[in-house]
C-alpha cells in the first residue's frame, strides 16, 4: 500500500478571501459543514486527519466521479488569524461520508455559517427575485454598533464619532453588510436629529473621498473635521462604502507558516544558539 500524501494546505492570507471561498464553496453545493479555531502546533494532525478520512483535497474531475456515485465531497479552508491561530471551515457536499458520525455538521440553510463578527445567510437582494448567500453582521455586532452610536452622539464625543465614520465605511462590502451600514447609518440620523438636533455632525472619509468627488455643503474647519453646514449629513454627503473585490486565495503552505511562525511565538529563532558564542 503506498504511504499517505502528506497534506500542506493552504492559509488564505486576508480575512475577505477566507470569506468569499466560503461563500463561493455554498453556492457550489458544499451546504453541510463544521467549523473550528486551533492552535498552530495542533494543526498539522488535525488537517492531516480531514485529508485520511475525507480526501479534502481531491481535484475537480475526482470529486465529479465522487458524485456519481452518491458520495461527498470535502473542502478545508482555512486562515491564519490575527491571534495566530488557525481557523477553519470543513465543507460537504450532499451524500454519503463517514462525517456525518465522525464531526457535527450544521445545514448551512439551517445555520448560518459564523465567522467572528459576521455570518454567511440568505438574503433577497434589491432587485432580485430569489434569496442569495452573503455575508453580514451577526445580531450582537449590530447591537453593539447601534449602542456605540447612541452613546458617542448622545456625550458628543467628536473624536469617537470621526472613529465610528472611518470603521464603519471600512467593513468589507457583502451585500448584507452594505444592507446593514444603510440601516444603521438611518438609526444614527434619527438619533443625531433627536440627541443633538442642527448641531453639525463631524464626518471621517476613509477613502479621501473630498479630493475624488464634490461633497456639496460640506466644509472643513480649522480644527480640519468636515461638517455639513447643519445636522447629519445627507445621502451624497456620507463615506463611500466600496462593493468588496474578488480577492486571490494568496497565502501560505501551513508547512512554512509552522517553520516562520512557531519559533516567533515560542521566543526562539534559528539564531538563538549563537548567542553566548
Known amino acids: 500500500m503506498p504511504p499517505k500524501r502528506r497534506f500542506d494546505p493552504l492559509l488564505i492570507a486576508t480575512k475577505t478571501a477566507f470569506l468569499q471561498r466560503i461563500q463561493e464553496c455554498v453556492v457550489a453545493g458544499y451546504t453541510r459543514y463544521t467549523t473550528g479555531t486551533i492552535s498552530l502546533e495542533k494543526a498539522p494532525r488535525l488537517f492531516q486527519k480531514f485529508e485520511d478520512l475525507y480526501a479534502v483535497s481531491l481535484r475537480k474531475d475526482e ?53 467572528r463578527e459576521l455570518e454567511l445567510v440568505r438574503l433577497t437582494k434589491r432587485g432580485k427575485d430569489h434569496p442569495v448567500f452573503t455575508w453580514r453582521m451577526n445580531t450582537a455586532t449590530v447591537e453593539a454598533w447601534r449602542q456605540r452610536l447612541h452613546l458617542h452622539t448622545a456625550h458628543n464625543n467628536e473624536n469617537e464619532i470621526l472613529r465610528d465614520w472611518f470603521s464603519l465605511y471600512r467593513t468589507i462590502g457583502f451585500a448584507g453588510i452594505r444592507r446593514q451600514v444603510g440601516e444603521l447609518v438611518a438609526y444614527w440620523r434619527r438619533e443625531w436629529k433627536q440627541l443633538r438636533g442642527d448641531a453639525p455632525c463631524p464626518v471621517s472619509y476613509p477613502h479621501n473621498e473630498p479630493k475624488i468627488r464634490p461633497l456639496h455643503g460640506m466644509a472643513r474647519g480649522d480644527d480640519g473635521k468636515w461638517r455639513p453646514s ?25 508547512s512554512k507558516v509552522m517553520r516562520e511562525v512557531l519559533p516567533l511565538l515560542n521566543g526562539t529563532s534559528d539564531s538563538d544558539g549563537d548567542a553566548g558564542t
Open 63 to 115: 470529486r465529479y466521479r465522487r458524485k456519481k456515485t452518491g458520495l461527498a465531497s470535502a473542502t478545508l479552508h482555512a486562515r491564519l488569524s490575527e491571534e495566530f491561530e488557525i481557523d477553519f471551515v470543513l465543507m460537504f457536499t450532499p451524500g454519503e461520508t463517514i462525517a456525518t458520525s465522525l464531526e457535527r455538521l450544521y445545514d448551512v440553510h439551517l445555520n448560518p455559517i459564523p465567522y
Open 230 to 254: 447643519k445636522g447629519f449629513p445627507n445621502s451624497h454627503q456620507l463615506p463611500t462604502l466600496f462593493y468588496v473585490r474578488k480577492k486571490s486565495s494568496d497565502g501560505e503552505r501551513l
